[in-house]
């Protein structure tokens, strides 16, 4: 498991989102190099059926959101359509990573 997808499952377990500077300072990443690691675990998430891991991440101007290249990639993914509510759909994703994460003893 990389540092990223550490991460990502960590903040799924506990329920909790980060912004996407916090998480480029966090791991060393220019912010390109996070956007394209991110976009990669879209990819494989879609590969095998699970929610985004992605969708932890929200934009400091999104209102707690994912930025505009979460909906876009997961469109280009066939996951959201132009008329999806992006609240909805990222709730749910983010639901979905919760409950699927694993317990741990914390």
């Known amino acids: 498991m990389t ?3 550490a991460r990502l499952a960590a903040l799924a377990a506990a329920g909790a989102t980060v912004t996407y500077g916090a ?4 791991l ?4 390109g190099e996070l956007t394209a690691a991110l976009e990669a675990t879209m990819d494989a ?7 985004f891991r992605a969708a932890v991440c929200a934009g ?9 290249g979460f909906f876009l990639k997961a469109a280009e993914l066939g996951r959201f359509g132009a008329g ?3 609240a909805g759909f990222a709730t749910a994703q983010r639901a979905a990573l919760q409950a699927a994460a694993p317990l741990t003893d914390s």
Do not use: F, I, T, V
């Open 3 to 5: 540092p990223l997808e």
């Open 23 to 26: 998480l480029a300072r966090d």
């Open 28 to 31: 060393g990443l220019r912010m």
């Open 45 to 51: 998430d879609a590969a095998a059926g699970r929610p």
């Open 60 to 68: 400091r101007l999104a209102q707690g959101l994912p930025a505009a």
């Open 84 to 86: 999806d509510d992006p």
